[in-house]
């Protein structure tokens, strides 16, 4: 939802110029939807319990189509600003949402599978529009923004085809897979790892492109393929998740994930040619796209359906604060270490969760 204007943001700027703090406001166009996801999508996640969960993901959808759209017309950049933070919001709301829905329309193996297939299409979804940006940008800067109106399209379908769940049945059915309490516990831990493996994703998007610059005087279309290649890998071990988990415990999963990661992130660090690269970003994708669907359906099974858009919301907060948290940790870091040393910090990190996630 907030990298497909990336490629417009050079441009953005020029625009801007004359515009105190020009520079500034621009990358907040890019990264200010994350910011108002992660404070959203509790407030969301409580509501959906309360109230349903269909009408508030049609309103979420529409929002989605005229905020995202806005900045394709508005000239003001602290308008453009605003309908960035109405797009947070939407986000939150369709996120939260979506996931509660699969987790009340499914359960055991069929849940693994559709919420594995969720994180799958996300990440293919990120492949096709991130490079469909770059290409309406070089037309541009305003043209990324008219990808939003997709939304418009899908709302038909949400009003007239998707079924309300029958609040009661999600309830029963909870009852026997679920005690009626928030699982604090597994919860708090859950938010933990997704706040720390997105802080550590995010270098991938945010530094990848000043990496390889300074590595092999990379192009942007060079960056733009290494980052949708990683994308890539992780969409198909989301898709793969349903049998993986079939053999497999959470628990087992999470170390798997972190320790591909790990790797990867190291491969990276050492790493003296693009094709290296190009390698390890690979390896850490494939075991990110693993992350996502454990989450949700770890905790989708733990939680009663009466709470599961709180606990849901809550690990949408974690997840998006850990984007928007990571490039304000990165750039100083990296600024003292270096990129090279940076990447192999965060390796070592993701060792530290694979080895408690084992110890456990």
């Known amino acids: 939802a907030g990298a497909t204007i990336a490629p417009s943001l050079p441009a953005m700027r020029d625009y801007f110029a ?18 108002f996801i992660a404070i959203g999508a509790p407030f969301v996640g409580t509501a959906i319990d309360r109230f349903g969960r269909k009408p508030l993901l049609a309103f979420a959808v529409l929002l989605y189509g005229i905020a995202g759209t806005s900045g394709a017309v508005l000239n003001d950049i602290g308008m453009i600003l605003i309908g960035r933070v109405l797009l947070g919001l939407s986000v939150a709301g369709i996120m939260t949402t979506a996931t509660a829905l699969i987790a009340d329309y499914y359960s055991g193996a069929a849940r693994a599978q559709f919420l594995g297939l969720q994180a799958g299409f996300m990440g293919l979804g990120g492949v096709l529009f991130l490079s469909l940006g770059g290409f309406l940008a070089d037309v541009n800067w305003r043209m990324p923004f008219l990808i939003y109106l997709l939304a418009l399209l899908i709302l038909p379908l949400v009003v007239l085809v998707l079924p309300e769940p029958n609040r009661t049945e999600v309830t029963q059915n909870a009852g026997t ?33 000043f990496y390889l610059k300074q590595l092999v005087n990379a192009t942007a279309s060079q960056s733009g393929l290494a980052i949708a290649l990683a994308t890539l890998f992780s969409a198909a071990s989301a898709i793969a998740y349903k049998q993986i988990k079939a053999r497999l415990s959470f628990i087992s999963i999470y170390a798997i994930a ?30 990110l796209g693993l992350l996502m669907p454990n989450m949700n359906v770890c905790l989708t099974s733990v939680t009663p359906g009466s709470l599961r858009g709180r606990v849901l919301g809550g690990l949408t907060t974690a997840f998006f604060l850990g984007q928007f948290v990571s490039p ?13 040393v940076t990447y192999r910090l965060a390796g070592g990190l993701m060792v530290v969760m694979g080895a408690i996630a084992l110890a456990l």
């Open 18 to 35: 004359a515009t105190p703090n020009a520079d500034y406001w621009v990358r907040l166009v890019l990264t200010v939807p994350a910011l």
């Open 177 to 209: 897979e679920a005690t009626e309490v928030f699982p604090w516990h597994i919860a708090g831990l859950t938010y933990l790892a997704a706040l720390l493996s997105q802080i550590v994703f995010y270098l991938i998007p945010v530094q990848l492109p």
């Open 258 to 287: 972190f320790l591909s990661m790990a790797v990867g992130y190291f491969v990276i660090s050492v790493s003296p040619t693009y094709a290296m690269v190009l390698v390890g970003l690979a390896i850490a994708g494939a075991g």
């Open 328 to 340: 304000i940790l990165s750039q100083p870091l990296s600024s003292v270490v270096g990129l090279d």
